[in-house]
């Protein structure tokens, strides 16, 4: 399968906001992956050591695209889940150019990429139920 095209519109953040450096260890400068509005970065907690994950969403791009309100809902729509297998949103930071949004880290990335590197691209029932199983016990990457 050819490699897909990806074009992201959200500019990696040189500097993270002092509420979140307090906290968390930046590791390293290149994304865990982006999107066309956002880059996701890699943060250790500095007490615990537990990793996170820093989805950085750059505010200009979705200004001139009318879509602040877009953003906004899916905040409110993501603070609002609550499934295993669904990354929580722990905290949300705002400064002038960039929302951050701090998300549990799954290790084995997206759904969509376990997908794309299953044989033939497609999870088995059983590979399938463990990711769908509503399960409290059991969580994606964990």
Do not use: W
């Amino acid at each position: 399968m050819p490699e897909q095209l990806r074009i992201s519109l959200t500019r990696n953040p040189e500097i993270l906001p002092d509420e979140v450096l307090e906290e968390y260890e930046p590791l390293g400068q290149e994304p865990l992956g982006e999107g066309a509005f956002a880059v996701v970065r890699l943060l250790r907690h500095r007490k615990s050591g537990e990793l996170f994950a820093l989805k950085c969403v750059e505010k200009y791009p979705l200004r001139i695209r009318n879509m602040i309100s877009q953003m906004q809902r899916e905040v409110r729509i993501h603070q609002a889940l609550s499934h295993p297998n669904i990354l929580q949103l722990l905290r949300v930071f705002d400064d002038q150019s960039y929302l951050f949004m701090l998300l549990e880290y799954c290790e084995k990335g997206p759904l969509r990429t376990v997908v794309a590197e299953a044989p033939s691209s497609r999870l088995n029932e059983l590979e399938a139920a463990f990711y769908f199983e509503r399960s409290e016990e059991r969580r994606v990457g964990k």
